[in-house]
């Protein structure tokens, strides 16, 4: 995850971004990026966000 923000908000409107831009799912970012999931996953709901599979972004 050191070549993304760290900032949570700022992490999310990247994350959300190339999801819409250039990965079909959330696998497919964290397998490309070689990011854990569970890490990212784990950042962002503790800033209030979870990942919606149906959209392919978080909210």
Same mark, same amino acid.
């Given at each position: 995850? %050191?070549?993304?923000?760290?900032?949570?908000?700022?992490? $999310?409107?990247?994350?959300?971004?190339?999801?819409? #831009?250039?990965?079909?799912?959330? /696998? !497919?970012?964290?397998? #490309?990026? #070689?990011?854990?999931?569970?890490?990212?996953? /784990?950042? $962002?709901?503790? !800033?209030? +966000?979870?990942?919606?599979? %149906?959209?392919?972004? +978080?909210?």
């Amino acid at each position: 995850m %050191e070549n993304l923000p760290q900032d949570p908000y700022m992490l $999310l409107s990247v994350v959300n971004m190339k999801l819409r #831009d250039e990965y079909s799912s959330l /696998d !497919a970012l964290c397998e #490309d990026l #070689d990011v854990d999931r569970n890490t990212l996953c /784990d950042k $962002l709901a503790a !800033a209030g +966000f979870e990942y919606l599979p %149906e959209q392919n972004r +978080f909210a």
